[in-house]
């Protein structure tokens, strides 16, 4: 498999962003999302080429709108949209059983840091941890990737509408 992943083509970039509701404060493992009563799960389109494409995510950026907040934060990918809770400053359901199927695994970004300009930001892999790969496989009837991001930290302090952008740098076979 590792051939395939070097052998793979395609870069992209695909960046998605949430201004999140921001109700509250968080606590530690509450999902972040759009809002607090109709959330919806964060779509990475166009992972593959075609209907049950594939890749490998190499980079992963996380970006907050303010230098105040600084968690570490869990990205759930799934190939389907998830069941799991998707409404803002909701305890964390992932995964639930209904969608072992989707699943594809998680991705822990670290704590990210205040760059002292205007944004908060986290890149996986560190520059001291190395290579990363993780592989996906999409729906047989989709192109796209879904998530849930979950705090691993408590924030207060938040402000609602800051938005929260993801990017995942993806190569396409």
């Known amino acids: 498999m590792t051939q395939a992943i070097v052998s793979l083509g395609n870069p992209k970039i695909i960046s998605t962003t949430k201004a999140l509701a921001a109700a509250g404060n968080y606590d530690a493992n509450d999902v972040l999302s759009e ?8 779509t990475f389109s166009g992972a593959a080429l075609r209907n049950g494409g594939f890749g490998v995510i190499t980079k992963v950026v996380a970006l907050l709108e303010t230098t105040a ?3 570490g934060i869990t990205l759930y990918l799934f190939k389907a949209t998830p069941t799991s809770a998707l409404n803002d400053n909701v305890a964390n359901t992932a995964v639930l059983h209904a969608d072992a199927a989707n699943y ?3 991705i822990d970004i670290p704590a990210l840091s205040n760059t ?17 790969h ?3 496989e999409c729906a047989a009837d989709d192109t796209d ?6 705090t691993r930290d408590a924030i207060t302090g938040e402000t609602a509408t800051d938005d ?3 990017k995942l740098f993806v190569r396409q076979g």
């Not at 809002?35 to 964060?42: E, F, I, K, P, Q």
């Not at 205007?118 to 990363?132: I, K, L, Q």
């Not at 990737?145 to 979950?150: K, S």
């Open 134 to 136: 993780f592989e996906y």
């Open 69 to 71: 907040l600084t968690p």
């Open 145 to 150: 990737l879904y998530g849930i991001a979950v």
């Open 35 to 42: 809002s607090a009563s109709a959330g919806t799960a964060w």
């Open 164 to 166: 929260l952008i993801i």
């Open 104 to 106: 594809l695994g998680r």
């Open 116 to 132: 002292g300009a205007g944004d908060s930001e986290a890149t996986v892999p560190t520059p001291t941890s190395g290579e990363f």
